[in-house]
């Protein structure tokens, strides 16, 4: 092999590969948990600082939420009375760096040492011990990965971005974006120092509120329930879960509500058989306008059976709101499921009807495909046809 070869192949075993399996994959990772519980992992970043995380440790306390602080060694030995009012109130201090250095730009002992020397600095001054270590930038080079595994931490990044640091961010920006993705079981990064700190520190108070007037509550990243190392099963979930992006855009599919922890997509459809006749008399030919729902399967599959039926009683008052509201779903005559899930959908008011067999075999196909990927038996019940009509349906739920 030429030097050539060899300079790249050893940039792509240094960085290329950590960045893709670490980075961005997450592998071996914690990265979010369950979607069973209305909690998240509150963290925050670069700090402490001394103008800006004071206000953060408010905002928490007031609330009476729990985080976790990334910190920098060398700005938690500057303020130690920060760290330990941290503590002392119930939060998680962790490691991000001896300062603030992304991975690629360090010589490989340096990178290699970080994780280290900087847990014990920060374990002095916390008197907890640290577990965890979040790189800045949550960049990753093989010195890095080598360098946690001789410290014994373990890597910790996150599922969903506040993005405080953008130029142009502003207070009400970055909420209305954690709001609109928000999902049960997210480590949400955010920042108590540097730019970040100009729209995170205002705008906490109120998106603890809205965090509290739906249910949820923020919770330490090692409290979190479900938070386990990202392996196999997950990264088979997130890869569904980025079928399920591409299947919405393709279908004009939102979350109902324009909420990511609504229980149900729905989209605009044609009814996809005919000669059905509802209940109430509405008769229904293969392309009647419709509404199409589908069910967000990850959380579907942590709440359980029992706990999803009483989701589904209130994530449907959000799509009754979208029927009236959506210009795109005005036109309504019908609203309907193709799925396994029949049983559980006629406990909250659907109809049940058969499908055509060619139908049944390629959606049970479909079905136990997503049981495999979500760790379960593929012993798919028989897809059937829930439905209603948009009367019906908006009596039950509007």
Excluded at 36 to 60: I, K, S
Excluded at 336 to 357: I, K, R, V, W
Aim: with cysteine; aromatic share 6%.
């Amino acid at each position: 092999m030429k030097r050539g070869g060899w300079l790249a192949a050893g940039l792509l075993a240094y960085a290329g590969l950590p960045y893709l399996l670490a980075q961005w994959a997450n592998l071996g990772l914690l990265r979010e948990g369950k979607r069973a519980r209305r909690e998240v992992a509150l963290t925050f970043d670069d700090g402490p600082d001394p103008q800006a995380t004071p206000a953060v440790l408010d905002a928490l306390q007031a609330a009476g939420m729990h985080a976790t602080f990334f910190v920098l060694a060398e700005r938690a030995e500057a303020h130690p009375e920060l760290v330990r009012r941290m503590v002392d109130e119930g939060h998680e201090v962790q490691a991000h760096a001896l300062r603030h250095v992304h991975a690629w730009f360090r010589s490989p002992w340096g990178a290699f040492l970080d994780p280290g020397h900087a847990a014990r600095r920060i374990a002095a001054l916390s008197g907890q011990p640290v577990t965890l270590h979040r790189p800045p930038h949550g960049a990753y080079t093989l010195a890095t990965v080598l360098g946690q595994r001789r410290a014994g931490l373990r890597g910790a990044h996150w599922s969903l971005e506040g993005s405080d640091w953008r130029a142009g961010a502003t207070p009400q920006g970055v909420q209305d974006t954690l709001l609109r993705r928000l999902v049960p079981g997210a480590v949400i990064v955010l920042h108590d120092a540097g730019p970040g700190a100009r729209v995170t520190a205002p705008m906490l108070p109120d998106l603890l509120a809205e965090l509290r007037g739906r249910g949820y509550t923020s919770v330490t990243l090692s409290a979190l329930d479900g938070l386990a190392p990202v392996g196999r099963p997950a990264l088979i979930r997130r890869g569904f879960l980025g079928l399920d992006r591409v299947f919405d855009r393709l279908g004009h599919i939102r979350p109902a509500g324009g909420r990511a922890d609504n229980l149900f997509r729905i989209g605009p459809a044609a009814f996809p058989v005919g000669g059905v006749t509802l209940a109430d008399g509405t008769r229904l030919t293969k392309g009647t306008p419709g509404t199409e729902f589908h069910v967000n399967n990850p959380i579907l599959v942590d709440l359980g059976p029992r706990a999803s039926v009483r989701q589904a009683r209130e994530d449907f008052r959000a799509v009754a709101r979208d029927l009236q509201e959506r210009p795109d779903l005005r036109g309504t005559e019908t609203v309907y499921c193709l799925s396994s899930l029949s049983p559980l959908l006629a406990l909250l008011g659907f109809e049940t009807h058969d499908l055509p067999e060619a139908d049944t075999a390629r959606l049970r196909r479909w079905a136990n495909v997503l049981r495999r990927a979500y760790g379960n038996a593929p012993q798919a019940k028989a897809p059937k046809l829930s439905v209603l009509s948009r009367e019906a349906f908006l009596k039950l739920y509007g």
